[in-house]
């Protein structure tokens, strides 16, 4: 559980100012989301679910797919590599 002396260390170096208001709200949030914090690290995590860091996937394979450029690049006349020769603008 955080003090209010903490959450106003905690505003000075985040260079924020808090009303008297605010520092109550941010307190009992902070506080609030540090007891779920807890909550959650009680519950026992599963050795299959540590281990899913796999460098294997069940994604799906990506497939290139011709690109809007792409198609507007190969319709043009005048081209040499990726550059379009076209008529002067004024």
């Known amino acids: 559980m955080l003090t209010k002396k903490e959450i106003l260390k905690l505003a000075e170096f985040s260079k924020i100012q808090l009303s008297k208001k605010e520092e109550s709200t941010l307190l ?3 506080n609030n989301i540090l007891n779920y ?3 959650v690290q009680q519950y026992p995590i599963s050795e299959k ?3 899913n860091n796999s460098k294997y996937t069940n994604l799906r394979k990506d497939k290139i797919k011709t690109s809007q450029s792409d198609l507007l690049i190969s319709q043009f006349a005048d081209k040499k590599d990726n550059l379009l020769r076209v008529k002067k603008v004024l």
Request: charged share 55%; hydrophobic share 35%.
């Open 49 to 51: 679910i540590k281990s």
């Open 37 to 39: 914090v807890k909550k």
């Open 28 to 30: 009992k949030d902070i």
